[in-house]
């Protein structure tokens, strides 16, 4: 009776139950077996919900499943226990790009790159987030231009040559990104290289556009729409900048040099946009090993050459 009395309580074994279930979806997770390691990260969520490693490893899981919107608030969990962890925000910034929320992406890795300036995956991140914003916020407007398509009196004033030439030359990226592999390579330069000619061609296609509409406010001041579309233009073109500068930075951290693209830090002009543009998918072409973004370069810089030659006529 004195012994049962003065037994010992069992010591609570929950903390390192839940962290060997951890290491358990580790494993799984990093062979690929991603719906085995989201149940072991579940289980030790539920012994201890305060465990930030299980919900980052969680929030992985599901990323690397492409479930976006099933990471996003396990990587915020993780952050909310853990409000240092750069691994969560740039968790999170993927889970983003996978749901589209650019802005959110661009937030999260920015937030990643001032703690760790030289993690090269956060600008890549960064990067496409810039990319996907820019051409989302071009096709927004695509259906107020197909109405002043429609009515060939206003064409000239409203849309202009310059417009149509943006309009008709949205060609493909040369590489859209797989995000669940982007998350777990690292990025190539030539595909930076790749990013920052098409960012220089963009900004070339806006400037012609920009140049469109000053002729058309020059020949009647009065056209206030023509104002519009040349300051909205302008806006465009800017957001290919921090494009450039992300894939710039890639560039730099993986191959110890500066892109083709750097210059002195003046305006480049329409013919310069066009030419760093070439620089930088002939860059590509000798850094890839890719036969698909080779081929996509050229026909990049052959559609430049056409495009420069319309419009020299």
């Not at 719906?35 to 579940?42: G, L, P, Q, R």
């Not at 899981?61 to 919107?69: N, T, W």
């Not at 900004?203 to 040349?230: C, G, M, V």
């Amino acid at each position: 009776m004195l012994a049962a009395c003065l037994r010992m309580p069992e010591p609570d074994n929950t903390a390192d139950q839940a962290a060997q279930l951890v290491q358990n979806g580790d494993k799984f997770s990093q062979q690929g077996y991603y719906d085995e390691a989201i149940d072991e990260y579940t289980a030790a969520i539920e012994l201890d919900p305060t465990l930030a490693n299980a919900y980052l490893g969680r929030g992985q899981a599901y990323c690397f499943e492409g479930r976006g919107l099933r990471a996003v608030p396990d990587y915020s969990k993780a952050i909310e226990l853990d409000p240092g962890s750069i691994d969560a925000y740039y968790g999170r910034g993927w889970a983003h790009l996978l749901n589209r929320a650019y802005n959110a992406a661009i937030s999260d890795f920015t937030k990643v790159i001032g703690i760790d300036p030289a993690l090269v995956g956060a600008y890549n991140g960064r990067g496409w987030a810039y990319i996907n914003n820019a051409q989302w916020l071009f096709e927004s407007y695509n259906h107020l231009f197909t109405l002043f398509e429609s009515h060939s009196d206003l064409a000239t004033a409203f849309i202009g040559r310059g417009w149509l030439y943006v309009k008709q030359t949205q060609w493909e990226l040369a590489v859209i990104p797989d995000l669940t592999t982007a998350m777990m390579q690292e990025p190539d330069p030539a595909e930076a290289y790749f990013n920052v000619g098409f960012a220089h061609a963009k900004k070339a296609q806006w400037a012609h556009a920009i140049a469109d509409y000053e002729a058309a406010i020059a020949i009647n001041p009065k056209l206030d729409w023509s104002r519009f579309n040349k300051s909205w233009a302008s806006g465009m073109k800017a957001n290919w900048d921090p494009v450039i500068l992300d894939y710039s930075k890639i560039i730099e951290l993986t191959t110890a040099q500066a892109p083709p693209s750097a210059g002195s830090g003046s305006i480049p002009t329409e013919e310069e946009e066009w030419d760093m543009a070439v620089d930088n998918y002939n860059k590509a072409m000798q850094l890839s090993k890719d036969p698909a973004l080779i081929q996509k370069a050229e026909e990049a810089i052959k559609l430049i050459d056409e495009m420069r030659q319309d419009i020299n006529r």
